[in-house]
Nanobody
Framework: VHLQASGGGLVQTGWSLRLSCTASGNIFKINTMVWYRQAPGKERELVAS???????TYADSAKGRFTISLDLAKDTVYLQMNSLEPGDTAVYYCNAPSVWTTAGTDAYWGQGTQLTVSS
């Protein structure tokens, strides 16, 4: 299973950006997908998660500005980020904590995509 994240870049304060992460491989089912981020010198933190039924959770820093969504038909998770701030600068990682394949169930991480927000 491979998770490919994309959509990062350099933006200005107040701009919007959408990240995508697509899972590929011999996948039976993905229940949940999660976005994390890690800023320089800081620990990785959860940004948002989404379940297949549509339930979502957000970090306080993301509430009201970010929207996570999951397209099960495409095994793709999106993170729509609005009103970006310099504090959002980080490498964003997608995670699928429970992927069902022919080999069983396992967790997978994407490679990360860099977001830089300039002031």
């Amino acid at each position: 299973v491979h998770l490919q994240a994309s959509g990062g870049g350099l933006v200005q304060t107040g701009w919007s950006l959408r990240l995508s992460c697509t899972a590929s491989g011999n996948i039976f089912k993905i229940n949940t997908m999660v976005w994390y981020r890690q800023a320089p010198g800081k620990e990785r933190e959860l940004v948002a998660s989404v379940r297949g039924g549509g339930d979502t959770t957000y970090a306080d820093s993301a509430k009201g500005r970010f929207t996570i969504s999951l397209d099960l038909a495409k095994d793709t998770v999106y993170l729509q980020m609005n009103s970006l701030e310099p504090g959002d600068t980080a490498v964003y990682y997608c995670n699928a904590p429970s992927v069902w394949t022919t080999a069983g169930t396992d967790a997978y991480w994407g490679q990360g995509t860099q977001l830089t927000v300039s002031s």
